[in-house]
């Protein structure tokens, strides 16, 4: 069994030195069942969630937000009994037995062996569907007419998202379908850093967090690869069947296939959909969808690192706008915690809201030929249908926000700077007229849930502090897309 060895520095591996004002937490709940096809055991993403406030209220002190360590070494993956080995066998620590319990130890491992989960590199197995998945990824026989693939909707030369504005009738806010004519539902958004939501799940208050797409519907990456080879809207294919055969087309990918999943992989339509829907949410999992090499994270190197970045006084001062609450409420929902950041920030707390995003008119005219609809986000779900959450969508992630617009669920916006004035304008501090239009802005599709008690306490935005929160946003650019900011 591992050791954890700390010196009397570490008295304060667990936050608070001895604190008793920890929330205490019933664990009762079993662990999963490990998934099908030798997928790693996947944590209760409650567990998850718990053990991540634990972890923050007793350890991110001396081992930072990342638990990659501060004053203490990287404790990201350690188990259970690593944690209380070192709390029984180190004299200086002995007290803490009684502060943080048995079972609060355990929510702390399972975030911190998610932890492990999210930034550990693939290899062995993984790796090599992944690498299946890539091929999968970039192919445009999976789709009907054979013009479209994952990748047209997800440029990887564009962060991800999909670039082909010189053919979209709207100027990207919604996807072309394979036929070249129908448009999609919504703005296809980037697959970068997508691995880093949880699985769908909804907390002991109702709270909804993680999922993919912008309404959560797919619990996570492999049941969203799912989806856009059946949507007719995308890909077009008739049934999951299809899509099998078009892969069976292709004879390497059956001696792929067959070497990764098993030599009757084929023999079940619905395993064989579930390996290709597998396989490309392995190659979204690795670290080119997640490089963690922004300027904002080279800021956060060592300062005689060589790689390390000094911000400008103009991107400190953004930087301190976004995370103080005083201010703005930013990081309120674009950070993995509202009160901190850390190397592996995810700008984005993968919860949903409804900020009053005005109606896309022109979207909605060329899609639906009228502009009555509404979109009922995760509340119009059938498995959630609650008007308490009608028009919200999944807070995205701010890495790559600079270079990924256009912005919102409906693409409404197109410029970074105009998404800043409107919360400005939300917060009735002025800027009541769209930049972008120059009229006023357009009204929202569902007005009863819209988050004012956060919005109306935002303080106003000079234009010093605007260009200061773009300039800081344009720092979260990942290095391999720097050269697409303006």
Not at 43 to 55: A, C, Q, R, S, T
Not at 157 to 170: C, E, G, M, Q, Y
Not at 235 to 253: A, F, I, Q
Not at 341 to 367: H, M, W
Request: hydrophobic content about 35%; aromatic content about 8%; some cysteine.
């Amino acid at each position: 069994m591992k050791k954890i060895t700390f010196s009397s520095l570490l008295v304060f591996l667990l936050l608070g030195c001895g604190s008793d004002s920890a929330e205490k937490i019933d664990d009762n709940k079993s662990d999963p069942d490990p998934i099908a096809q030798d997928e790693p055991v996947k944590n209760d993403p409650i567990k998850v969630e718990k053990g991540k406030k634990l972890f923050l209220q007793h350890c991110a002190t001396c081992h930072g937000t990342d638990a990659k360590g501060i004053t203490g070494p990287s404790i990201v993956g350690v188990t259970h009994e690593d944690i209380s080995e070192a709390i029984a066998g180190e004299a200086d620590m002995t007290y803490m037995q009684g502060i943080v319990l048995d079972s609060e130890q355990k929510l702390i491992a399972i975030y911190l062996n998610e932890l492990k989960n999210i930034t550990a590199p693939l290899d062995g197995l993984d790796r090599q569907r992944a690498n299946l998945g890539k091929k999968l990824f970039f192919d445009k026989n999976l789709s009907l007419n054979k013009t479209l693939s994952c990748a047209s909707c997800h440029d990887p030369l564009h962060a991800f998202i999909d670039a082909r504005f010189s053919t979209n009738p709207v100027d990207g806010s919604l996807s072309v379908g394979d036929d070249g004519t129908t448009l999609g539902g919504r703005n296809a958004p980037t697959v970068m850093y997508a691995k880093l939501a949880p699985a769908f799940f909804t907390m002991d208050d109702g709270t909804h967090v993680g999922g993919q797409f912008w309404d959560g519907r797919a619990k996570d990456l492999k049941e969203q690869a799912k989806g856009p080879f059946v949507d007719q809207a995308e890909m077009m294919m008739p049934s999951t069947g299809s899509v099998v055969s078009r892969v069976k087309e292709n004879t390497l990918y059956i001696e792929e296939l067959k070497a990764l999943y098993g030599q009757d992989i084929f023999n079940d339509n619905d395993k064989a959909y579930d390996a290709i829907a597998g396989s490309i949410a392995k190659f979204e999992k690795t670290t080119e969808f997640a490089p963690f090499d922004s300027k904002f994270d080279r800021s956060k190197l060592p300062y005689f690192h060589v790689d390390h970045y000094e911000m400008s006084e103009q991107e400190k001062l953004g930087y301190r706008l976004f995370f103080d609450h005083s201010q703005t409420h930013c990081s309120k929902c674009h950070s993995v915690n509202s009160s901190t950041e850390s190397t592996i920030e995810t700008f984005s707390n993968f919860r949903y809201e409804n900020i009053g995003v005005p109606k896309n008119l022109d979207a909605l005219l060329a899609r639906d030929g009228h502009t009555d609809k509404i979109d009922l986000g995760i509340g119009g779900r059938a498995d959630i249908n609650d008007s308490k959450h009608h028009g919200k969508f999944k807070v995205p992630t701010l890495r790559n926000v600079a270079v990924t617009a256009p912005y919102m669920s409906n693409g409404v916006f197109k410029e970074l700077k105009t998404v800043i004035k409107y919360f400005d304008y939300m917060a009735g501090n002025g800027h009541t007229l769209n930049p972008e239009t120059d009229q006023p802005w357009r009204e929202a599709e569902v007005n009863a849930t819209i988050n004012y008690p956060i919005l109306k306490t935002l303080k106003p935005l000079s234009d010093e502090k605007i260009e200061a929160l773009e300039s800081f946003l344009n720092i979260l650019t990942d290095k391999r897309y720097e050269s697409l900011l303006k």
